[in-house]
């Protein structure tokens, strides 16, 4: 075993966690100073990873095992494919622009910063995760701090429900997987948590029928799965911004994350089962949030729903279970974790400045911060799958993909590109164009040079992987064609 | 250079050009119109080169010129992207590569350069005009230049791009990308001026409208591509597929595969090429700049959905044999299309704005060519495009520059009228001479004047091939659509030209400079002599002297399949004659000499039906009340009030009520009186343990934190202690 990277980089954070409150308590300045030094230490390591990741061999790479529970088949047990590099990718970038737009925190922000640590920490650890109890051990590691951040930093009005709602949705989410995660460990023919070994325990059908839909549903309800998506919005909205970009942008995905790794990987004949009603569910999804985000008044809601309906988009591409399909929603993934990170990132720079987040009181920012207005439009432009950015890449697969197996479904889907494009010009409109309205100052501060790289840089991505999707399509590619084969050779 | 490398660089110049401007140059205007312009120039040039290389004798007659790269892999394969020249692309690259230069060099005049900064004006905002002092010291108020001039050239650079990408493309993909990103430069050109609530929501509508066609183009390349796992033409074309599509059926009302793909792609161009019913929003994209609307109307946007269809032709057409009955998709076309002609010129009829009545035209004359392709004149439809391209081109900067030496009349008397209105003109003749001529030219291009005009040439082509194709519903509809178009355009000519002029803003109105009268000329040229490529070998007198080339070089892309004219009749030759010179004269007879600004002649001659005209049908407030007023109450009353936050919440909460219920129940009668009794012995024991267990509770958060974290570890070890 080499330098174990993954352990370097799941602990960088929990450690510059530590520090932060422990340490340099009565120094906010370096506590934020520490939390940027790390988190740019995660995101260079991600991208060491996706360099170092050897297309050739595919399958799981950076291996670290170390048993921890021998008798119970428990293992410290670390490792990543191609979508987990992706997703740590994600995760590196949106903890390091989380800190960045997070700057101005005054009010305790030494915890702030130190939880946010711990759950950049928690989110890695899932995605590098090749041990079931490993995984729901750095899963429930969020769980506190997430809530935490919620009533302390969030929105005054909200932030109690929105963030009892949400850590309560997250753990019956759990709690559900975890039953389903408990029976088919019993279920393995020999006792063991190891991932890998149970991709290939060639689990009986009625086992997959039956404990599919507890893993599934379980993980999916942290990816925000109707009916069981209002958690979503509602603590979206309640959360301070670094907090609403990494829900949204990386919670989210490890929902979906896990309920691909787990779920349908493990039991890939419980996943054709139920596909079709995944699809019905998604499906609901991608409209519902499309249509509800349309009527918002709230501009931070707007971006709440849209999260629902573009989530709907990669349980779609996951429950098409073909290649297109599959490539398409991880490519979602990844696309709409960076657009999404950029869009509440804006709209927190839009509120400090205006302490409004009602749109009918908002207008002509464009005047005063024209790189939000920029940023928002890009980012509202790979929402809405315009060519040339990353949405495009990721939703024509998935149309493509689930054209194949349900061609009603990619056709109610595909309306929701008009409607997307609705709210989001709607959106556009009211906040940045037009008049300034009287009560704001029209000379308020503009944004900052760490607000700009943390909008370029998004941005970047979002336009690089839209024109040369070669760039990460070979990484997804070699998981699909992993997870294919599950497929098939169930 | 090869051709294949030329073909690929096209859509470049453009796109850093864009880039340029965008980056760095976007503060000074002369570099930037100058970088927009080498540009777009750049990108004429090469598309000579590639058009000459095509109608030479080895040209792409026989074999089209192909060349592809892969872009985005999938599965096993490669989506593969690549540039495609045949007859049809190199037409279509030289009237886009003209208009297009025309209409950069005519923003530079447009957008008053050279001319001062205007006091008030503000960014988003249609500039007021300066006060400048003369050399005689008086001041004077005079045109002022645009504010965000460089921006402008950025954003046309940007759509120039999409159209030679969507151009030159050999596959359905990037067709379809060059496609949406002109739906978004439309969206940013349309709301130009975004401080002006009109152009915000034209800007919107437009990019809505034209999504819900994309949306299905969409499904229909999702369908052509998971059937033959290809979306290049030479694939999607091959007998081998169209024969496996035609004779699949697909799961839609027993349609054949190819009859479903078809009707899908056409609701693309319906909303592109702004066809009932999603005609809606050209008319309102006036709201832009005048040489974005030419830019819509006559270089790209419109152009690229008739553009699609014709290039689909094969796979609309599949199955149909010259004589046969017509394929639902050509059925589906002949129809829209007819319809839409007749009926946006009866609208274009009753407008009073100089430049909505060239929208409804526009509209109507897309009509035309759908129409056309509908009954199989394929190349009649390719004809029409082009010369249409350059006329209505020239009629948009013509009247941009009436707009414009009007504007000039209203700061020059400080009179308060609508520039735009055309019963506020009237005798422009003598004050703008070079654009009355050359508006002349186009006018009467629409309205196919015979002989000399290329409209005459390709509308007769439409009309015989409507005719000679036994569809004599279509040949009427069009016909009378035709006699509407001249009258209507000869009203819009004589209302603006002739006369004396109606208000003292006519009277000073200025011929413009030579920026815009440039372009103005040399599309006039094309507007004339664009026709006389296609004249029919069989016209009377006329027919042979020059050989039929466009249908000879256009007609080869249909390998000779269903494509013959086989008896010729006078009467869709006399019908032009007849529809053309009759309404131009009829236009000319009721509004040679209007005196009144008010009320147009046709209002009390037409009565109720003027008004009903006028208001577009009210099909704007038709789809207000039918589908945009439903829509929002389905999003705010029923998923959102009533499923999202009365069903689902509602649920939630009624769970967690339930749980609280079952507390205090269990709090009420079973933990008070049972336990709490009985307890009272111990209770003095749980007492002292309480103060000792008090140094746990700190009040800080973080000793909370290692607290619970220390439970989780005993308590994960003891559950499975118990487990195992």
Redesign the interface.
């Known amino acids: 075993m080499g330098f174990p990277i993954l352990s370097v980089m799941i602990f960088v954070p929990f450690i510059a966690g530590l520090v932060i ?2 340490g340099t308590r009565q120094k906010p300045e370096l506590s934020k100073q520490v939390a940027l030094a790390a988190s740019i230490i995660v995101l260079l390591m991600t991208f060491a990873l996706w360099a170092s990741y050897s297309l050739d061999q595919a399958g799981y790479q950076f291996i670290e095992y170390i048993p921890w ?1 021998p ?2 088949g428990i293992a410290y047990h670390l490792g990543v494919d191609g979508l987990g590099i992706a997703m740590l990718v994600l995760t590196g970038l949106v903890v390091f622009t989380g800190v960045m737009v997070s700057w101005n925190i005054n009010n305790r922000p030494h ?1 702030f910063f130190a939880y946010l640590m711990f759950l950049a920490t928690s989110v890695l650890g899932v995605f590098s995760s090749q041990d079931l109890f490993l995984l729901f051990f750095f899963l ?1 590691l969020a769980v ?1 701090p997430k809530y ?1 951040m919620i009533v302390i930093w969030g929105s005054p009005q909200t932030r109690k429900y929105g963030g009892m ?1 949400l850590t ?1 949705f997250l753990f019956i989410g759990s709690v559900i997987a975890l039953v389903g995660a408990l029976a088919i460990y019993f279920a393995a023919p020999e006792r063991t948590f190891n991932l890998i070994l149970l991709e290939q325990a060639g689990f009986s059908p009625d086992v997959q029928r039956l404990w599919f839909p507890f893993l599934f549903l379980g993980f999916a309800i942290l990816g925000g799965i109707f ?1 069981f998506h ?1 958690w979503a919005p509602d603590g979206h909205v309640a959360a301070p911004t670094a907090i609403s970009m990494l829900l949204a942008g990386v919670e989210m995905k490890v929902g979906v994350f896990a309920a691909l790794r787990v779920a349908i990987m493990l039991l890939p004949q419980g996943a054709q089962y139920w596909a079709n009603w995944i699809l019905v569910l998604a499906t609901i999804n991608v409209i ?1 949030g499309a ?2 985000a ?2 918002q008044k709230d501009f931070k809601y707007v971006i709440g729903f849209s999260s629902v309906s573009h989530m709907g988009l990669v349980l779609i591409g996951f429950a098409s279970l073909n ?2 399909g599959l ?1 398409g929603a991880g490519l979602q993934m990844f696309s709409h974790g960076i657009m999404t990170a950029l869009f509440f990132s804006i709209v927190g720079m839009v509120y400090d400045r205006t302490h409004t987040r009602e749109i009918a009181s908002l207008g002509g920012m464009v005047k005063v911060m024209p790189w939000a207005a920029v940023g928002f439009i890009i980012g509202g ?1 790979v929402s809405m799958g ?3 950015f990353s949405g ?2 990721a939703e ?2 998935i ?2 993909g689930v ?2 197996v349900a ?1 009603l479904v ?2 109610i889907s ?2 929701s ?2 409607i997307t ?2 709210y989001i ?2 959106t556009v ?1 009211r906040v940045f ?3 300034l309205p009287e009560n704001l100052d029209p000379n308020m501060p503009g944004i900052s040079i760490k607000d700009k790289i943390s909008i370029g840089l998004l941005s970047l991505f979002m336009i690089v992987i839209g024109i040369f ?2 760039l990460m ?2 990484l997804i ?1 070699s998981s699909v064609n992993h997870i294919l084969t599950l497929l098939g050779g169930a | 250079m090869n051709n294949e490398l030329i073909t690929w660089l096209i859509p470049l110049p453009p796109l850093i050009a864009f880039g340029l401007i965008v980056l760095f140059t976007n503060r000074s205007n002369r570099l930037s119109h100058s970088l927009a312009i080498i540009g777009a120039g750049l990108s004429w040039l090469l598309s000579m080169v590639v058009f000459f290389f095509a109608i030479s004798a080895n040209g792409v007659k026989e074999k089209a010129l192909i060349s592809n790269v892969n872009w985005l892999p999938t599965g096993d394969s490669w989506l593969k992207i690549g540039v495609q020249v045949d007859a049809l692309t190199a037409i279509m690259l030289f009237f886009v590569a003209w208009t297009v230069l025309m209409i950069f060099i005519y923003s530079v005049g447009y957008h008053n350069f050279g001319q001062p900064k205007g006091e008030h004006d503000l960014p988003g905002k249609q500039p007021h005009g300066a006060f400048v002092t003369g050399t005689d010291g008086k001041e004077k108020h005079v045109l002022s230049i645009e504010p965000m001039y460089a921006r402008f050239f950025a954003f046309i650079s940007l759509f120039a791009f999409a159209m030679f990408v969507l151009v030159v493309s050999n596959n359905l993909l990037t067709l379809y990308i060059g496609w949406e990103i002109m739906g978004l430069c439309s969206y940013l050109l349309i709301g130009f001026w975004y401080a002006k609530p009109s152009a915000k929501a034209a800007a919107q509508k437009a990019f809505l409208t034209t999504r819900i066609g994309d949306v299905f183009m969409l499904l229909g390349l999702a369908s052509l591509y998971t059937l033959t796992g290809s979306l290049q033409y030479e694939v999607i074309f091959s007998e081998q597929w169209l024969h496996f599509l035609t004779s699949h059926t697909s799961p839609v009302f027993g349609m054949s595969w190819a009859a479903l793909i078809g009707i899908l792609i056409f609701i693309g161009t319906v909303g592109k090429s702004s066809q009932f019913p999603l005609h809606v929003w050209l008319p309102d994209a006036m709201e832009g700049p005048t040489p974005v609307s030419a830019m819509i109307h006559a270089a790209t946007m419109v152009s690229a959905g008739v553009y699609l269809v014709i290039r689909f032709f094969p796979i609309l057409s599949a199955g149909y044999e010259a004589g046969g009955p017509l394929t639902t998709p050509m059925m589906a076309m002949a129809v829209i299309g007819s319809f839409t002609a007749l009926f946006s010129a009866t609208i274009a009829v009753a407008q009073r704005d100089v430049k909505r009545v060239l929208a409804y035209s526009t509209i109507s004359q897309l009509g035309f060519m759908v129409a056309a392709l509908g009954v199989g004149a394929y190349v009649a439809a390719a004809f029409h495009l082009v010369t249409h391209a350059f006329f209505k081109a020239l009629l948009f900067l013509g009247s941009g520059s009436i707009i414009h030496g009007m504007e000039h009349g209203v700061l020059h008397t400080g009179e308060h009228v609508d520039p735009q209105d055309m019963f506020n003109m009237g005798g422009l003749w003598k004050k703008m001479p070079i654009t009355f001529i050359t508006f002349l030219a186009g006018g009467l291009a629409l309205s196919g004047f015979p002989l000399i005009t290329a409209g005459f040439w390709s509308k007769d082509e439409i009309l015989s091939g409507a005719f000679n194709g036994g569809f004599i519903v279509v040949f009427v509809v069009l016909a009378i659509a035709a006699l509407l178009t001249a009258f209507y355009t000869m009203r819009q000519i004589s209302l603006v030209f002739f006369g004396k002029p109606r208000t003292m803003a006519a009277a000073h109105a200025h011929e413009t400079k030579w920026t815009m009268t440039l372009p103005l000329s040399v599309l006039a040229f094309f507007s004339i002599t664009a026709g006389w490529v296609g004249i029919p070998e069989a016209f009377p007198g006329l027919g042979g002297i020059l050989p039929n080339w466009f249908d000879s070089f256009v007609g080869s892309m249909l390998h000779a399949e269903g494509h013959e004219t086989v008896h010729h009749s006078s009467v869709p030759l006399i019908t032009s004659l007849a529809v053309a010179l009759g309404g131009l004269l009829l236009g000319y007879l009721v509004y040679k000499n209007i005196k009144d600004t008010q009320t147009d002649p046709m209002e009390w001659s037409l009565g109720g039906i003027y008004k009903v005209l006028a208001n577009k049908y009210y099909i704007d407030e038709f789809y207000q009340w039918a589908f945009i007023k439903p829509a929002k109450w389905l999003s705010e009353t029923f998923v959102y009030r009533w499923m999202d936050l009365f069903v689902i919440d509602g649920f939630f909460h009624g769970i967690a009520k339930l749980g609280l219920g079952l507390g205090n129940i269990f709090r009420q009668w079973f933990d008070l009186p049972v336990i709490n009794r009985g307890g009272d012995a111990i209770a003095s024991g749980t007492r002292r343990l309480g103060a000792d267990l008090k140094i746990f509770q700190s009040g800080r958060v973080q000793d909370y934190m290692l607290l619970s974290l220390a439970f989780a570890v005993v308590g994960a070890v003891v559950f499975f202690v118990i487990l195992f």
């Open positions: 409150l422990f529970l008798d119970l915890e429930e506190f935490l709602k309560l009916p209002s519902y249509f509800i349309m009527i290649a297109d490539m432009l315009m060519p040339g495009f890449v024509l697969p149309y493509l054209w194949r061609p990619a056709i595909a309306l590109i008009v494009a609705a010009l709607l409109r164009f037009g008049e999707p070669g399509v070979p590619e």
